[in-house]
């Protein structure tokens, strides 16, 4: 197995591949690293065959939208990742296959709700869940600390104890650990129960990282666009977030909701399908098409997307344009199939 660490910095970005089929992966990279990683790959006589995000990152903007562009490489995501345009959607126990390399996809969210970690033979990328004695902050973007803590304790920890832990950020120098040193030393899960894991977590006053909603919100959305005006967290922090079933009993209520659906239109007809009546406007059109919905300014309106959280952006900014009853639809279409609500394709 040819491995690397390709940044050299805090941040990491993992490439894998095949000696034999010279196919290779290439995990959380960096869009502005993107001419080194083809750089590398050329260099090296690899073909990227697939990109995965381990979750949808807030601290950089992801090259996994222009390298699948670019270099036909697949996108993977974990199902509860918000964007578009993911070409394989994975869950817990899902196998990848890269040349002569399979990687098995553990779901541990926590730090967001869509991460993933990636076990190979002797090792595993743990994301932002577990890194080198210490976790991710699973204060915003669908943190939680209790889902960490189990990810943590009851699927990294049950890998063998000399499994090497490689981490998507490291801010002391270190480039690995082992699952048994984590076990014993990691400070914040060491000794802890899961409540006084989850009470450290909450005192710990993370600030939030520069530029937070201009790097997430383009990784949330597969929008590239400069010119794009995204709302901000104080607007996005005000949706209101209703569940499917409160929306389903809006539906049948006597002022039943407008639905907007903001999704691409490939989704819109794929396999979640949509919500018979809702009105198809793609987030990314949405500024340019508003005069649309003029007629439902003031009807209550329920954005609706994927995972709820491209369309917490749409209920934004159709907020800020002056629509005054505007909602969202919490977890999105995911949520609304768990709850086995009607759907239409
Ligand atoms: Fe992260």
Redo the contacts with the bound molecule.
Sequence with gaps: MIFQELNGRQCKTYLLACESIRQAILIDPLREYIDRYIAFLAYQGLKLDAVVDT?T???HATASFELRRLLHADLIMHQRAPVPRVDRYVDDGDVITVGDLTLQVLYTPG??PDSISLYTGDRVFT??VLLIGGT?RADFAGGDAGEEYDAITQKLFTLPEETLVFP??DYRGNTQSTIGEEQRTNPRVAGRSRAQYIELMNSIDFPLPDKIQEVLQPNQTAIEDDRAAFPGLAELNQVRQLSAKEVHAQLQGHESPVLLDVREPEEWSGELGHIPGSILIALKELGGRVDELEAYRDRPVVAVCRAGVRSTTAAAILTGMGFQRVSNLKGGMLDWNEAKLPTER
């Design positions: 979750h990152h807030a601290d730090h967001t994301g932002d991710g998507g950020h």
